[in-house]
T-cell receptor, first 112, second 113 residues
Framework: DTAVSQTPKYLVTQMGNDKSIKCEQN?????MYWYKQDSKKFLKIMFS???????INETVPNRFSPKSPDKAHLNLHINSLELGDSAVYFC???????????FGQGTRLTVV | GEDVEQSLFLSVREGDSSVINCTYT??????LYWYKQEPGAGLQLLTY?????DMKQDQRLTVLLNKKDKHLSLRIADTQTGDSAIYFC?????????????FGAGTRLAVHP
């Protein structure tokens, strides 16, 4: 039983395309995150949703649009993909007030 | 501002102890974390420490926190080849529902025979 699952695990696409990455958690958490890990392994937060409401948006280009249809899901849609978007994208979830954040296995996006 | 710094590389011999160091800037951080990332894998929470603690031990792992100097360390006793990975220090910045994990750049631990 995977706690935080992301699909797809790998995504290779051409510049200019639009793509989505999906994330689901079955932990009953109320807060979900998207993180980006670049080629140097730097991890940086992109978005956070709490109870389906966007609460953190860290200067991410508006080509990136998160969507949270319910508390268990946080999807990431990316328009007009650019080479610099190539990275590993991690979804995470947490129950507000508790300590641990659980991470998905990551989606490796390669833009060619 | 919020910043977490750690050394990028550490090489140890199998059986020795590894010590990975980290400094952070947000003195209001309530929790500090160590995550492990193996090649091609996601992030695994190893351990965390509450800011009012000085030390936490969990089997081969010992976390030391010097809140005055904003310094955190992770000691791995009897390091094994399976411990080879990237270790990320992180602090929980922000407040309330706006909490977010702020990561260091990661320390690449290489364990050799």
């Amino acid at each position: 039983d995977t706690a935080v699952s992301q699909t797809p695990k790998y995504l290779v696409t051409q510049m200019g395309n639009d793509k989505s990455i999906k994330c689901e958690q079955n932990l009953g958490h109320d807060t979900m995150y998207w993180y980006k890990q670049d080629s140097k392994k730097f991890l940086k937060i992109m978005f956070s949703y709490n109870n389906k409401e966007l609460i953190i948006n860290e200067t991410v280009p508006n080509r990136f649009s998160p969507k949270s249809p319910d508390k268990a899901h946080l999807n990431l849609h990316i328009n007009s993909l650019e080479l610099g978007d190539s990275a590993v994208y991690f979804c995470a979830s947490r129950l507000g007030g508790l300590t641990e954040a659980f991470f998905g296995q990551g989606t490796r996006l390669t833009v060619v | 501002g919020e910043d977490v710094e750690q050394s990028l590389f550490l090489s140890v011999r199998e059986g020795d102890s590894s010590v990975i160091n980290c400094t952070y800037t947000d003195s209001s951080s309530t929790y500090l974390y160590w995550y492990k990332q193996e090649p091609g894998a996601g992030l695994q929470l190893l351990t965390y420490i509450f800011s009012n603690m000085d030390m936490k031990q969990d089997q081969r792992l010992t976390v030391l926190l010097n809140k005055k100097d904003k310094h955190l360390s992770l000691r791995i006793a009897d390091t094994q080849t399976g411990d080879s990975a990237i270790y990320f220090c992180a602090e929980m910045g922000g407040s309330g529902g706006y909490n977010k994990l702020i990561f260091g750049a990661g320390t690449r631990l290489a364990v050799h025979p």
